[in-house]
Nanobody, 126 residues
Framework: QVQLVESGGGSVQAGGSLRLSCVAS????????MGWFRQAPGLEREGVAA????????YYDDSVRGRFTISQDFAESTLYLQMNSLKPEDSAMYYC???????????????????WGKGTLVTISS
């Protein structure tokens, strides 16, 4: 089982940037995938971006493509989300998630993550 701890959230003005980090401890399946999800009050959780650890292939939700970049550091077992050109509608609790190789080959990345962090809050003011 992998444990995930997010950091880097905060409050910034629209147009600003933040970088979220997620440190993984325990067993992280390097054949699996990791991703960032977010949930705003009153809304369902949505997938933001994902990366398949072995190949480095990335996926983005249309709402963030071109503004957000997901990346990983194998040596530090850390996942990042660089968020630029932030908008008020990006405000949400952001969660890091991970899936095993079995998880990540069983369906779309948005639906397969098995381990979750507790989240970090991002607030964007207009």
């Amino acid at each position: 089982q992998v444990q995930l701890v997010e950091s880097g959230g905060g409050s910034v003005q629209a147009g600003g940037s933040l970088r979220l980090s997620c440190v993984a401890s325990g067993y992280l399946d390097r054949g699996g995938c990791m991703g960032w999800f977010r949930q705003a009050p009153g809304l369902e959780r949505e997938g933001v971006a994902a990366i398949y650890i072995g190949s480095g292939i990335t996926y983005y939700d249309d709402s963030v493509r071109g503004r957000f970049t997901i990346s990983q550091d194998f040596a530090e077992s850390t996942l990042y989300l660089q968020m630029n050109s932030l908008k008020p509608e990006d405000s949400a609790m952001y969660y890091c998630a991970a899936g095993t190789a079995r998880d990540c080959t069983s369906g779309p990345w948005r639906d397969v993550m098995g381990s979750w962090g507790k989240g970090t809050l991002v607030t964007i003011s207009s």
